[in-house]
């Protein structure tokens, strides 16, 4: 069998890794990939937007699945093409994948079926929207740009001028371009944060094991958000009890829902709830995987993937017995000096193997190069450093533990993943 990642970061080097241990893959290609990644796949030169090119590429090499990981090209119906091509795809087509790229779409498809999110207005004229927030008087509230924003899309203002200027930045200055045609303003809700990612063949959801993300760049959640700076799993605020209800009143209800809207949703549905003291409530939908999520819940699954991935494709997930282990799993992201803003590329990364690993760990190459035959830095998020042991404590100790070999010019991480204080 013959596959085709699409996509280039931390996530799609966890999922190759994964990938590569069924004994079913003959050949992982990786568009347009990253250099970590050309240790475990071949990397082709085709951007991941480019839907003609992959399609052309998945034809002419005779792939038999083409797996769309990153958000913009499901938006752009890359799934939808590659089938009208009768090429086999993981992931939702462009009418499901609106659940991520449209949060008008979403926070109205919980409204309808009622699926607990925070309280929202949706708005498509900046007049209206300033009065609103000036009536409502209620601070901090959060404004959200209606499409994808590279993970920025979401401001959180703390008082009436703060507001109005996020509103002006998204509708006047356009500063996510038509993502913010029509913005949603969202109650402010407060709570630990759990990301739950499921696998959905348009009828069954069989949620993952938890994980938790840390997505502001400074210890104890300070500083301006990132694509996420370390990730756990399982997530030690998501109970037994608590998954119970996420299942009854969050998880079955959204594939439902999609069902019922004539888009039914096949691929992995991320679940991004925030435990509020008025139970679980979905922050946000994305149609993917998770970055970092990925690297901490893959390699606690037991089952095969090509397994899984095909009943997703087939519909037929209530066949299968999806396992994990009971170890936990943390991931620590080592990212380039000034990320989220701006950074050099180009650093060379010392300390690992001739593979681009370090002994003891797993490390996930998010924005990598080769140069000159050195791992070089390439992107602000650079490395993943995922640790497994029987407890999380051990599982960070580890981790931190086998950082202090790597260096590069500018390297930042956070040191306290896993270990932030939680006050309600
Ligand atoms: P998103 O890009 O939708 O994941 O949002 C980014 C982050 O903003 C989330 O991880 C939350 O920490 C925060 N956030 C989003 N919506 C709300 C809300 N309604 N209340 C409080 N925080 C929020
Ligand atoms: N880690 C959050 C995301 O993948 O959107």
């Avoid at 630990?192 to 760049?217: A, Y």
Wanted: net charge negative; aromatic share 8%; glycine share 10%.
């Amino acid at each position: 069998m013959k596959l085709l990642m699409v996509g280039s970061g931390g996530r799609e080097h966890a999922l190759i890794r994964k990938l590569n241990e069924s004994g079913q893959i003959d050949k992982i290609y990786c568009a347009p990939g990253n250099g970590g990644i050309s240790f475990d796949a071949e990397n082709v030169n085709i951007a991941a937007t480019d839907i003609e090119g992959m399609v052309a590429f998945a034809k002419q090499n005779s792939v038999d699945l083409v797996f769309v990981a990153p958000d913009d090209p499901l938006a752009l119906g890359m799934v939808d093409a590659l089938q009208k091509e009768g090429i086999r795809a993981f992931g939702p087509d462009a009418a499901a994948a609106r659940i991520e790229a449209s949060k008008v779409f979403s926070k109205n498809l919980m409204k309808k079926y009622n699926i607990p999110t925070a309280d929202y207005n949706v708005f498509d004229d900046m007049d209206k929207a300033i009065s609103f927030i000036k009536d409502n008087n209620t601070y901090p509230i959060v404004i959200k740009a209606d499409g994808l924003a590279l993970g920025k899309g979401v401001i959180i203002a703390a008082d009436f001028d703060e507001a109005k200027a996020a509103v002006k930045s998204i509708m006047e200055d356009k500063i996510f371009g038509k993502s913010g045609n029509n913005i949603v303003i969202e109650e402010f809700i407060t709570g630990p944060e759990v990301s739950v990612l499921s696998f959905c063949d348009g009828k069954t959801v069989v949620p993952m094991v938890s994980s938790m993300d840390h997505k502001r760049i400074f210890d104890g959640n300070k500083g301006p958000n990132t694509g996420g700076m370390g990730t756990v799993s399982p997530n030690p605020f998501y109970t037994d009890e608590i998954a119970k209800q996420c299942m009854e009143e969050i998880f079955i209800p959204t594939v439902k829902a999609m069902e019922s809207e004539g888009c039914p949703f096949k691929g992995c549905l991320y679940f991004g709830l925030m435990l509020t003291k008025n139970g679980p409530k979905v922050i946000e939908y994305n149609s993917r995987f998770g970055d970092p999520e990925t690297q901490v819940v893959l390699p606690r699954l037991k089952t095969d993937l090509v397994d899984i991935v095909n009943a997703v494709i087939d519909g037929t997930l209530d066949k299968l017995d999806i396992q994990w282990d009971d170890n936990a799993c943390a991931c620590v992201v080592l990212a380039s000096g000034g990320y989220p803003g701006s950074y050099n590329k180009g650093e060379v990364i010392s300390g690992l193997d001739e593979n681009g690993q370090l002994c003891g760990v797993t490390v996930y190459h998010a924005g990598t190069a080769i140069k000159d035959g050195n791992v070089v830095t390439a992107g602000g998020r650079v490395l993943g450093v995922t640790a497994s042991a029987k407890t999380l404590d051990e599982a960070l100790d580890t981790a931190y533990d086998r950082i202090n070999k790597i260096s590069f010019n500018g390297m930042q991480y956070r040191k306290d993943i896993g270990r932030v204080e939680w006050k309600q």
